[in-house]
């Protein structure tokens, strides 16, 4: 797989098709990045819509993609920790972009959180920081076509900035004492931060859903939801929703769980209603208001 690569600084920076190749690791930075370089890239994504990107397992197409692409875009604290093996072997050696530089993290949890909390997308604050690393990174790799690059970026600010009011107008209709926040995983950090929701607890306790559950930890999330009042557990579009049933049957309130429920780690499917980061907050909020409102 090592003579797949085709990356190198010595070379023309376009594909065959006549466009910059780009590597996206997760459904997110691929979004941000076609947004960015427009019609200027090709954008191959790794990860694909509904998979989690926690433990996702490289597979021999992913490698020489990598090795072919002129810029790899990567979320960054942590999210790839399948990553770095997977450079070495593709042998990629073009422009790297960590779209998470200039962000600021939240503390992780333990050992398997030393970098922080990974899922910095869910504040669109962040995301105007993570669409200029990859502005930057597109235009070193192709110079010529930098002022496209920073023009869509702009423009996508400005939604970003259109996105973020919005939410913020729409959790106010909601009375303060019901803004209280339970998911299946620990993934919405950020978003209740900037928001200015209470976080009550998750049914995995971690930002990784490959955690390990708990009988324990279940009883004591259930208990917290009867003490404070918490009018709805929240799952994951691309998580079973069973035991998020099961807490909220327990604790007598709602559930907002299966296919239209919270996109947390992965964008939705093309046509859902999670099938762009715009899409994807748009929907989150809307489930969010109408059970807690």
């Known amino acids: 797989m090592v003579g797949c690569g085709s990356g190198g600084a010595g070379g023309s920076s376009e594909g065959k098709d006549g466009r910059l190749p780009v590597v996206a690791t997760t459904s997110q930075v691929a979004d941000f990045t076609r947004v960015v370089g427009g ?3 090709t954008v191959t994504q790794i990860v ?17 993609a990598i090795g072919d692409a002129k810029v790899l875009v990567q979320n960054g604290v942590g999210l790839e920790s399948w990553l770095e093996d997977t450079i070495d072997a593709s042998g990629f050696d073009g422009v790297r972009v960590n ?5 600021r993290i939240r503390a992780g949890q333990g050992d398997e959180e030393k970098a922080g909390d990974p899922h910095i997308w869910h504040n669109p604050l962040n ?15 192709e110079p010529s076509a930098a002022a496209r690059f920073h023009a869509n970026r702009v423009a996508y600010d400005a939604q970003l900035d259109a996105l973020d009011a919005d939410i913020r107008r729409q959790i106010a209709t909601i009375p303060v004492a019901n803004r209280k926040l339970v ?5 919405f950090g950020y978003y209740v931060e900037r928001y200015g929701l209470t976080f009550v607890g998750s049914i995995i306790p971690s930002f990784d859903t490959s955690a390990e559950l708990s009988g324990s930890n279940i009883r004591k999330l259930v208990e917290r939801i009867r003490q404070t009042g918490t009018k709805a557990v929240f ?4 998580l079973p929703r069973r035991t998020a049933q099961t807490i909220a049957d327990e604790a007598g309130v709602r559930v907002e769980a299966g296919e239209d429920s919270l996109y947390g780690d992965s964008l939705g499917p093309a046509g859902s209603d999670g099938d762009t980061y715009l899409h994807m907050e748009e929907h989150n909020t809307r489930t969010i ?5």
């Not at 995301?127 to 790799?141: F, S």
């Not at 208001?289 to 409102?293: C, D, E, I, K």
């Open 39 to 41: 019609d200027r890239v």
């Open 48 to 64: 694909r819509p509904g998979v989690d990107p926690h433990d996702y397992e490289p597979a021999p197409a992913d490698l020489a």
């Open 99 to 103: 779209a998470s530089d200039g962000v």
């Open 127 to 141: 995301v105007k920081i993570m669409v200029a690393d990859i502005e930057r990174g597109l235009a070193q790799a």
């Open 183 to 187: 998911t299946n995983h620990d993934a």
């Open 235 to 238: 799952s994951e579009s691309s």
């Open 289 to 293: 208001v109408t059970a807690l409102r």
